[in-house]
């Protein structure tokens, strides 16, 4: 009885804990330091209820012995019916029962973490603001004129009517026409020179804020990963394995910067890709 009464409470306990854990994740009173604390009570009372189970209550030693007549003597059949003890029956089912009422209640407080996660990002992640036609803006949300920059030059620059969003944020920079070696089938997407790349790493999503001119290369600040700005911006140092993608410009009528269309590839990070058979289109 000692035994079963120490199981008992070792489940009832890790139940309660999983109860709490539950009220604590939806209330959020007591924060990640209580919900610690209750998981550790929750696993542990289970774990201690078994360990006591199995060493208090299982017959532990396997003993043999030589075949002999298959039909019991009548004297045996009535030993073995005087010692079926219904008490341990009753015992074992219960302890079952609640083994089970506490598996259930540690299973759902372990299921927690699942809704943390958030919704899934669908395709949020590979639709900016840029669209063929929308205009070049500053920081300032000021159209940028073909002629505004000198080569060597660089700006930070949004799609129109979305300064500010992330991840629209475009690095247009001049170089001399004769500089660039993109490949044939943007040959048009540098007008007088002028050249888009995405600000996301394709890293790990820090901003591409630095501009080595003498080199003509993009640096990341996070873990220098750099690319090649007069050929794709393709990475020739670091750890991205991607380049930055490409957006094509052109001039409306006004002479004003507008996208040729939205970028040539996804932003972002590879992993961002890796959930869509289509994450090499453009975005």
Request: net charge negative; charged share 15%; proline share 7%.
């Amino acid at each position: 009885m000692r035994a079963q009464r120490a199981i008992s409470l070792a489940f009832v306990a890790s139940a309660l804990a999983s109860v709490g854990l539950l009220v604590v994740y939806i209330t959020g009173f007591g924060g990640a330091q209580l919900e610690g604390i209750l998981l550790g009570v929750a696993l542990g009372g289970v774990g201690i209820g078994i360990v006591v189970w199995a060493i208090a209550l299982l017959h532990g030693p396997v003993e043999s012995e030589e075949r002999h007549d298959l039909a019991s003597p009548q004297a045996e059949v009535t030993a073995a019916s005087t010692a079926l003890d219904i008490e341990e029956l009753t015992r074992r089912r219960f302890l079952v029962r609640l083994l089970a009422g506490t598996g259930a209640l540690l299973a759902a407080a372990l299921a927690l973490p699942a809704f943390s996660l958030g919704p899934e990002p669908g395709r949020a992640l590979f639709q900016t603001a840029w669209r063929r036609g929308v205009r070049v803006v500053d920081a300032n949300g000021e159209p940028v004129r073909l002629d505004e920059l000198a080569v060597g030059g660089v700006r930070t620059v949004f799609p129109e009517g979305s300064v500010g969003r992330a991840d629209s944020q475009t690095m247009l920079i001049r170089l001399r026409p004769s500089d660039l070696h993109l490949p044939d089938d943007r040959g048009a997407w540098a007008p007088d020179g002028h050249v888009a790349y995405s600000k996301v790493c394709t890293h790990a999503g820090c901003p591409v804020g630095l501009y080595r001119s003498q080199d003509q290369v993009l640096i990341c600040p996070c873990h220098q990963s750099t690319f090649d700005i007069t050929r794709g911006a393709v990475p020739i140092f670091g750890p991205a394995a991607r380049p930055l993608p490409q957006l094509p410009l052109e001039v409306d009528a006004a002479g004003y910067l507008v996208a040729g269309g939205p970028y040539d590839a996804p932003v972002g990070p590879s992993f961002w890709n890796v959930t869509h058979t289509d994450g090499s289109e453009g975005s």
